[in-house]
């Protein structure tokens, strides 16, 4: 099934709810707000045999946090990127790690990195961030290295 | 064996000489049944990802080239998958042969350092000196191509830097035919082990429903049953020109792992060959490229697996965010699924099947719960397991290690 086949199934499944892009014949982007996600997400589960959360990238925009979910299917070109913007200043989506286990680590990275609340995540503890680093975002555009290196960087506690 | 005072707290890692990255697992055991597993990953997240948001899409291929010490072909031509998805162009065929023979010279000796690591887990030290003696001249070949026994700094946006010495292609042709009549005698030798046999089939199970709710990639996926391997699925540099095939299993096994492994690396030395016959001739790039604001999605097969890299652009010389998501990143949590429920002798070999780059178990240390029960020492982990070797090799009445002659074809 190509990007255009797909959009055209999601259109018909969820309407005016989900807007589709199709970049090229194996990439296609679908957009939907926050709270269908967990919805859309378990449709294309069912609807596209072998597809997995590859992974997903939280970016800090103008408007919101973007945090797009890539879904990659076993023995397909196809890579379907499921866009949602969160409002900042405290961006929150419902976890996918109910409906994949795979998106358990992703989500917990994004909170570490650009400080997205990740609504009924069963283990929300830090991964990749350090201690030290407690509620600073790092990807974040705000977050300022001079300043973080200053605050904690040179002068170390013991 | 279920009552909470009989359970423990092992933790494994994070430092050791064999890590290539620190990684930390704490074990919950009860007895020798492994309970609960979790993974702490943050010791080295070095903000590469920001770091190459500060670099302009020339110098992003080098810094990524550090991602790994392994895979470091995978994660720059990634990058450069994902930026020729933005704009859309395809590499000059010269470039695509060269990016496909670095990238296989890569996934030679990555599985057989993991070949070598898997035998030395589990007592077999034979089989570790071996895969890495055999794998010297894959690095030795990777050297004479680059200069560099590991980073190439080859791949760029739009094709490859430099060319490739094709007065060197003979010499690699016989470093070829060498590693491919060792490793069949490796192979015959570890497949047709009983006491392998016996220690490897049915440890660490991954079932296919399991596999892909982790959303497991490359030879972690491929034994458990699933057919996915983004050279087939997703073309890029020359593989759809190739002759070659996947290799799959079903078991989900540890043995499973090893036979896809060890199976590839002579699917690689017929892809390398080859690349080498049909090596074109003409440009290795397109010159410098202006990227136009937009976003790419580039995918790799990583020795390990499926490598994702996401670029968006916003028209200027660097890209406004890139993400990198290593093959290991999905499958080390598969752990979880896999080693419940398994004696702790298992562990090791079970963590070790999914090559996540990282390794062994010296460094660890163990919370005794409050009755003061006796300390579980650190290296016992790694001793239990090959004590469960030696074990299964005096019941089948074998050697503990593999019978060399027979390996040789000279004995009997």
Redesign the interface.
């Given at each position: 099934m190509d990007a255009a086949a797909v959009a055209t199934r999601m259109e018909e499944a969820f309407g005016d709810r989900v807007s589709t892009v199709v970049r090229?014949p194996?990439?296609l982007v679908a957009s939907c707000a926050p709270a269908d996600l967990p919805e859309v997400a378990r449709w294309l589960r069912a609807a596209l045999p072998?597809s997995?959360?590859?992974?997903s990238?939280g970016?800090d925009l103008r408007d919101g946090v973007g945090l797009?979910h890539?879904v990659?299917i076993?023995?397909?070109?196809l890579?379907i990127?499921l866009k949602v913007l969160l409002p900042k200043p405290e961006p929150h989506a419902p976890t996918l790690a109910r409906e994949?286990?795979?998106a358990?680590?992703?989500e917990r990275e994004i909170h570490d990195l650009l400080g997205v609340t990740f609504d009924g995540h069963p283990d929300a503890r830090?991964?990749?961030?350090?201690?030290s680093m407690a509620e600073t975002f790092?990807?974040r555009r705000d977050f300022d290295p001079a300043e973080f290196k200053e605050r904690i960087g040179e002068r170390p506690e013991f | 064996m279920s009552d909470q005072s009989s359970r423990r707290v092992v933790e494994i890692g994070p430092f050791h000489p064999l890590l290539e990255e620190p990684v930390g697992f704490s074990l919950t055991v009860e007895g020798e049944r492994v309970v609960a597993i979790d993974a702490r990953?943050?010791y080295i997240?070095k903000?590469l990802?920001?770091l190459a948001q500060e670099r302009t899409y020339d110098m992003v291929p080098i810094v990524l080239e550090r991602i790994c010490g392994i895979c470091s072909v995978t994660h720059s031509v990634c990058f450069c998958n994902a930026v020729e998805?933005l704009l859309?162009v395809t590499i000059p065929p010269r470039a695509a042969y060269i990016r496909t023979i670095i990238g296989e010279l890569e996934r030679l000796h990555s599985h057989l350092l993991w070949v070598g690591l898997a035998g030395h887990f589990i007592g077999y030290n034979t089989v570790f000196m071996w895969a890495w003696k055999y794998r010297e001249p894959v690095c030795d070949a990777f050297e004479m191509l680059t200069g560099h026994r590991q980073n190439s700094a080859l791949p760029m946006v739009g094709g490859v830097r430099r060319d490739l010495p094709v007065e060197y292609f003979p010499a690699i042709r016989k470093i070829l035919d060498q590693v491919e009549g060792e490793v069949e005698r490796l192979t015959a030798a570890v497949l047709d082990d009983p006491v392998l046999a016996a220690r490897l089939k049915g440890v660490g199970v991954l079932t296919p429903e399991a596999a892909?709710?982790?959303?497991v990639v490359g030879p972690t996926?491929r034994a458990s049953g699933?057919?996915?391997d983004v050279r087939r699925?997703?073309p890029y540099a020359a593989y759809a020109e190739l002759d070659w095939k996947v290799v799959t299993q079903p078991a989900g096994d540890v043995f499973a792992k090893a036979v896809v492994r060890l199976l590839e690396i002579f699917e690689s030395i017929k892809i390398l060959r080859q690349c080498l016959d049909r090596f074109p001739a003409g440009e290795i790039n397109l010159g410098t490229l202006h990227v136009p604001p937009g976003?790419g999605?580039g995918?790799y097969e990583a020795p390990r697996g499926?490598d994702?890299h996401?670029v968006?652009s916003n028209g200027t010389n660097m890209p406004?965010?890139l993400?990198v998501?290593a093959p290991s990143?999905?499958n080390i949590?598969s752990f979880?699924a896999s080693c419940l429920g398994a004696p702790m002798a298992d562990v090791m070999i079970t963590l070790a099947a999914c090559d996540p780059c990282y390794s062994c178990t010296e460094r660890a240390i163990t919370l005794v719960d409050s009755a003061g029960a006796p300390w579980l020492a650190a290296p016992k982990l790694l001793e239990a397991s090959r004590r469960k070797t030696f074990e299964l090799a005096r019941a089948l009445g074998r050697r503990p290690d593999l019978d060399i002659d027979r390996a040789d074809g000279s004995g009997r």
């Open positions: 090229s194996k990439r072998g997995r959360l590859a992974t990238t970016i797009f890539h990659a076993n023995g397909s070109p890579v990127t994949t286990r795979a358990e680590w992703i830090r991964l990749v961030k350090a201690e790092p990807l | 990953m943050d997240h903000g990802e920001r998805d859309g892909l709710d982790f959303g996926a699933l057919d996915t699925d997703e976003e999605i995918r499926e994702v996401y968006r406004e965010r993400k998501r990143y999905v949590p979880k």
